[in-house]
């Protein structure tokens, strides 16, 4: 009997394990069930359940990974095109794998299958316990005699069910990167989606929130926080059915993109990465910033230079003489790097402005006569390394490439040439190319093993375009591109795995964790004005953590050099700006800040970010960084256009410990000012959190700011 009872619970358990598929993190839960079709379902996703395994009970019924050409109406995850023309595909669970790949993560994949057609499709998931992050991306192949036709391939579907939704995106333009507008769903479909190509995210960024029931909080209801790590062509679908309920499709955008999938082929799509918060946005953000830190950019967790950029001080028009000028300015800072921006290269078409010289990376010799290493020994000299500007994958009709290499363009035969910069795009679906693009990289860091530092750069969108390496296949080149560019970014960093590089793209235009991945950083925009700033840098820092987003103090803006200084030190500070232009209270002042920065920056880049009030509802911005032990926390205070009749109330903190006693000391002072905060009293942490202080002392002054540094004593 014991021996039949043993054989039973076996048989149950097998039957359980194959028909309910369970990806959890420590406070999520995404269950799928396969129906008595065998088709996989999503039947749960939300909060954890307790107990364990009641998420199971649930008994929604739609498909997990909706098909194109069967029964259901939806815009479908995937439709393809068989041999013998057949626009259906049926997928049934064949089986799935579930197991931990790191104390953190668990991976688990479900493989479907067409009961007639020989096309697979296998679902991929990582579950990050800790951080609450699922990534999930999808693999499409088959064995049908000729190639099959792909016209949608989705890396992800959730389906939601609530009485009210309300999205939040991240779009803008050139210097106004990442604005953030709510607006309540209704029946039908919004599409957030992206056609450039290389500056995917110009317009409109990768990434959303979507709140249920009421619009999104900052510290309370229920949020799911998404973005696609793919540096190319993107698609979010929202649709809303006749019976209220949600369907999220996520990938790339298949706009002019059928592909062509040969047999034995894998179609791997980009990572779609989310989390699930009941606790508002800014648990969402805490997730993916600590997320990041761990797994999804480079060296999360290890060292970012300060610097000095020359572009603001001399644009393209400099010699070697008012560069090494410039060093000196490196050092009276106390900044780590020098970073020589646009304008150093090529002879036959000198690179003195941007209609020229792209492609042709030799150090120009009438300005640079020794090349980039005399400059790079320079700087050593004077203390301060020395980074560099690059932008490999462009060119200019005005250049050596352009007339060695017209093959190496993308451009439409048979059109006039389109120009946006005065440059265009290399066709970097051709290894060719590719190794090119390697080659400038490579070549530039062999010649000069000092350079510790590249600025990476893309200034043009795909428009116009035409690849005479695919030939045929022209509707695999947004697809190829970025992959392209992917296999490059491996070589690179499979020769400099450490070397420091920020992505940029005529500022935000690539901001994605598929290419973060790569780099230590990212430029977030062209924009540096200390006000505009504060809506961009909150704007990102709902998906990425402080030390990914450079931020330089220049002369953008109107505001003093204390309140540029103080919002650029929420980033990752820099300076793009003529020192010898400083009086000596300003340059003590720089100098002094880039040293605290140094002692606070911990705090800031790993501490747990709080948004305490936003520059989208006040006028003024607070923000809050708190360290894991709950010891130490910096609130950046900014006062913005305030208004006569504005009043503002204390502001209360959040992460603290309410037994602890805290002394709170205004930190990055102007020489010669004095603090109107009272640092002579200790507060608990419980006072802080329910009564909290008032940080805008006799009612405020426009454009003034203040950081505060609490310390549990």
């Known amino acids: 009997m014991k021996k039949l009872l043993a054989i039973g619970l076996l048989l149950l358990s097998v039957r359980i394990s194959a028909q309910n598929i369970r990806i959890i993190t420590h406070n999520i839960s995404l269950v799928y069930h396969v129906n008595q079709e065998g088709r996989l379902v999503q039947q749960y996703f939300g909060p954890q359940l307790r107990p364990e395994y009641a998420d199971t009970l649930v008994k929604n019924k739609q498909e997990a990974y909706i098909t194109a050409g069967m029964e259901s109406l939806l815009d479908p995850a995937i439709r393809v095109v068989h041999n013998d023309g057949n ?3 049926e997928l049934k669970y064949i089986s799935h794998t579930s197991a931990p790949t790191a104390p953190d993560i668990t ?3 479900i493989t479907l299958q067409d009961p007639v057609y020989p096309v697979t499709v296998i679902l991929h998931f990582e579950a990050y316990d800790k951080e609450d992050i699922i990534k999930a991306w999808t693999e499409i192949k088959h064995n049908e005699k000729k190639p099959i036709l792909l016209t949608a391939y989705a890396s992800s579907m959730l389906h939601i069910n609530a009485e009210k939704y309300w999205l939040t995106q991240f779009h803008g333009d050139w210097a106004k990167e990442v604005n953030m507008q709510e607006q309540y769903l209704t029946a039908g479909m919004k599409i957030l989606d992206s056609k450039l190509g290389t500056r995917a995210n110009m317009y409109q960024s990768p990434m959303f929130l979507l709140s249920v029931d009421q619009p999104a909080q900052e510290e309370n209801g229920m949020v799911l926080a ?5 540096t190319g062509n993107f698609k979010f679908g929202f649709e809303v059915d006749e019976r209220n309920a949600l369907h999220i499709n996520a990938g790339i955008n298949p706009y002019a993109s059928d592909y062509t999938l040969k047999p034995a082929e894998v179609f791997t799509t980009p990572a779609f990465i989310f989390t699930l918060s009941d606790k508002g946005k800014g648990q969402a953000s805490r997730n993916f910033n600590r997320w990041a830190l761990n797994y999804g950019i480079l060296d999360g967790h290890g060292p970012r230079l300060t610097l000095l950029n020359n572009w603001e001080a001399t644009g393209m028009d400099f010699n070697e003489q008012r560069l090494t000028g410039l060093f000196g300015g490196a050092k009276q800072l106390g900044v780590d790097l020098f970073l020589l921006d646009d304008g150093w290269f090529a002879n036959k078409f000198p690179r003195n402005e941007d209609n020229a010289g792209l492609g042709d990376w030799e150090p120009n010799t009438a300005k640079l006569p020794h090349g980039l290493g005399y400059l790079v020994k320079e700087a050593e000299k004077q203390g301060v390394k020395f980074g560099i500007w690059l932008e490999p994958e462009m060119v200019n009709p005005k250049s050596e490439l352009y007339t060695k290499h017209p093959d190496w363009i993308l451009r439409l035969p048979n059109r006039a040439e389109n120009y946006y910069r ?10 060719a190319v590719q190794d090119f693009v390697f080659g400038v990289v490579d070549k530039t860091m062999s010649e000069n093993p000092g350079i510790a530092f590249i600025k990476w750069d893309c200034n043009r969108l795909l428009t116009n375009t035409y690849s005479p390496y695919l030939k045929e296949k022209q509707s695999h080149l947004f697809i190829e591109y970025t992959r392209s560019l992917y296999k490059v970014f491996e070589r690179v960093r499979a020769k400099y795995p450490h070397l420091p590089i920020m992505l940029c793209s005529g500022g935000g235009g690539r901001t994605d964790y598929g290419a973060l991945k790569y780099f230590t ?3 977030p925009s062209d924009n540096t004005d200390g006000l505009e ?3 961009i840098q909150y704007g990102y820092s709902h998906f990425f953590p ?3 987003m450079a931020a330089h103090v220049t002369n953008w803006g109107h505001q003093s050099l204390k309140f540029r200084t103080d919002v650029a030190m929420m980033g990752k500070l820099g300076y793009d700006i003529k ?6 209270k300003e340059l003590q002042f720089s100098h002094d800040a880039v040293e605290t920065y140094r002692r606070i920056s911990n705090i800031v880049w790993y501490g747990n970010l709080y948004r305490l009030v936003s520059p989208y509802r006040e006028n003024r911005a607070v923000f809050q960084y708190t360290s894991d032990d709950q010891k130490k926390t910096i609130v950046f205070n900014y006062l913005m256009n305030v208004g006569k009749n504005d009043v503002f109330t204390p502001v209360k903190l959040l992460g603290l410990d309410p037994q602890q006693q805290y002394r709170i000391r205004e930190i990055n002072l102007f020489p010669g000012t004095h603090s109107a905060f009272h640092q002579d009293k200790l507060y608990s942490g419980d006072f802080l959190m329910k009564e909290g202080i008032q940080l805008a002392p006799g009612g405020g002054r426009s454009l003034t700011s203040n950081i505060l540094e609490i310390t549990a004593e």
């Open 87 to 89: 626009p259906s595909l």
């Open 107 to 109: 991976a688990t994949s």
């Open 226 to 230: 998404g973005t696609l790590a793919w």
């Open 422 to 431: 005065n440059q265009m795009v290399l066709d970097l679906t051709n290894p």
């Open 521 to 523: 950083e990212f430029w």
């Open 533 to 535: 700033r504060i809506y």
């Open 546 to 548: 402080s030390n990914t």
């Open 579 to 584: 020192v010898s232009d400083f009086n000596d």
